[in-house]
């Protein structure tokens, strides 16, 4: 329900004792995150942090190398030997299930002299031989065979060189996630209120969700910020953006999230997420889309059930760069909508450029005929080919290029995001939302992606992630 936010975090910082990394940053990089701070109180943010050298590599230290990363969801890997090629940041992984059963993500470069060992991007092996040497290693990370290892290390212990793991590994409901850091709040702690709507996407379905082929990936012009941002509750766009996409009769707006629609619901709050819902008419249960014969209510509370029975569509984005959207859709004017459920994870590859990667999930136990209309649908709509998906690629390098000029620099260019705040526009708090966080009744604010970009100055800075701006400033 609605509750009063947590302290201002916008007081002076000791970043002396905040930075935990042990990358100094420089002072452009100090003064950039100043302006930051002081910007985001007024609703504004420098059009530099889109596109610019050090502010990214600052970026990969302080957030992707603290905070817990998506990497995969298990029915990807459902059997022993089954792998995929992931990344936290920039850096290489092996998302596998070994032979004893459990997942890892096992860092992918030789213990010996580190060339990297997974060449195809998804398979099924029962050891990794590296090309180089030739060392070879369980599907376990254990090191399993040295060429020549009686004469060229006689007296090495194979126990001590096995592959290197990322240090924390944890699993939501299926969706495994992984830190690189030795240290920090475990991912339920992190995940925090925003859990109650993980589970409403998550738990919905009978059997839950399972993902349908491969990830879909393609490369961008964009900062990988500007998928979170958008993902976070943009729904101000819908109807300028995507308005070829209605006016084709492929959309449907009521569900899509036009702007100024009062049935929808913006809502952040204390912990990592922010999340869009679009609310229909409760007495017409839509479910997202999903037939009857594939939903229970086993799992959820009856304020989470009533709040999937009236949602055609729900986007959100969990810090950093996990984004989802729930959606009852059609690829055919002439066809009905129908459900899927598509996690999409902004990669940065380069200041202003990405890797976007989209998964499609549906409900496990749903017939295999419904399973494939929902990924066709998928491919339709959110997908590199994909009528939506295309409009907001369309439009999110320019942000990068602008971002990335000398004059954007040297004159210290805001963008505004004061949508929302006290005094402007007439969004207002809605204190009897039964949920977790802070809800707006109606989809005209911005105070979703404030709270990504706090999400985002709090980690620059070193601190933990997962806070509110107070009222005044929301």
């Not at 030789?110 to 990794?128: D, P, R």
């Not at 925090?192 to 961008?220: S, T």
């Not at 598509?342 to 990405?354: D, F, K």
């Not at 709090?458 to 400033?473: F, I, T």
């Amino acid at each position: 329900m609605a509750t009063e936010e947590d302290s201002c975090p916008h007081g002076d910082v000791d970043r002396s004792a905040a930075m935990t990394d042990d990358v100094t940053t420089s002072s452009r990089v100090e003064r950039i995150l100043d302006t930051h701070r002081e910007a985001l109180q007024d609703g504004q943010l420098p059009m530099t942090v889109y596109n610019d050298e050090e502010i990214f590599e600052t970026e990969l230290h302080r957030i992707f190398g603290q905070c817990w990363m998506f990497i995969g969801h298990e029915t990807e890997v459902p059997e022993p030997g089954d792998y995929a090629k992931r990344y936290i940041g920039k850096d290489p992984f092996i998302f596998i299930r070994g032979e004893d059963g459990q997942i890892r993500v096992l860092f992918d470069s030789c213990t010996h002299h580190g060339s990297q060992l997974c060449k195809a991007e998804q398979g099924n092996s029962s050891h990794f031989r590296c090309p180089y040497h030739g060392w070879t290693f369980k599907n376990t990370g254990d090191l399993a065979g040295i060429p020549l290892r009686d004469q060229a290390f006689e007296g090495l212990d194979p126990d001590e060189w096995g592959l290197h793991e990322a240090p924390r590994v944890e699993n939501y409901k299926g969706l495994v996630f992984a830190s690189i850091a030795d240290e920090g709040p475990s991912l339920e702690e992190y995940l925090g209120d925003f859990k109650w709507y993980l589970d409403v996407h998550l738990d919905i379905a009978k059997g839950g969700m399972e993902v349908i082929g491969e990830p879909h990936r393609w490369r961008a012009d964009s900062d990988w910020k500007s998928g979170s941002d958008n993902f976070s509750a943009d729904s101000y766009h819908t109807g300028v953006a995507h308005r070829s996409v209605f006016e084709v009769g492929f959309g449907d707006e009521d569900i899509s999230g036009t702007a100024g629609q009062e049935t929808q619901r913006h809502v952040t709050h204390a912990d990592s997420g922010s999340t869009s819902l679009r609310l229909l008419d409760p007495e017409e249960e839509i479910f997202f889309g999903y037939p009857e014969e594939y939903i229970t209510d086993e799992n959820l509370s009856d304020e989470q059930y009533e709040v999937a029975a009236a949602c055609g569509a729900a986007t959100g984005t969990i810090f950093p760069n996990l984004s989802f959207i729930h959606l009852a859709a059609t690829n055919d004017p002439d066809k009905p909508l129908d459900g899927f459920f598509s996690l999409r994870q902004w990669q940065p590859v380069a200041p202003g450029e990405m890797e976007a990667w989209s998964w499609v999930l549906v409900p496990a136990e749903a017939s295999e005929e419904y399973k494939q209309r929902a990924y066709d649908v998928a491919l339709g709509t959110f997908s590199p080919s994909g009528n939506f998906e295309q409009d907001d690629f369309a439009v999110w390098d320019g942000i990068a290029e602008a971002a990335g000029t000398v004059f954007a620099d040297k004159q210290d260019v805001q963008m505004n995001y004061q949508m929302g705040m006290p005094g402007i526009g007439k969004a207002e708090i809605d204190e009897d939302w039964d949920g977790p966080g802070t809800a707006w009744d109606d989809n005209l604010e911005e105070g979703t992606c404030r709270t990504f970009h706090g999400n985002w100055q709090k980690a620059m800075n070193g601190e933990e992630v997962g806070m509110r701006y107070p009222r005044d400033h929301i």
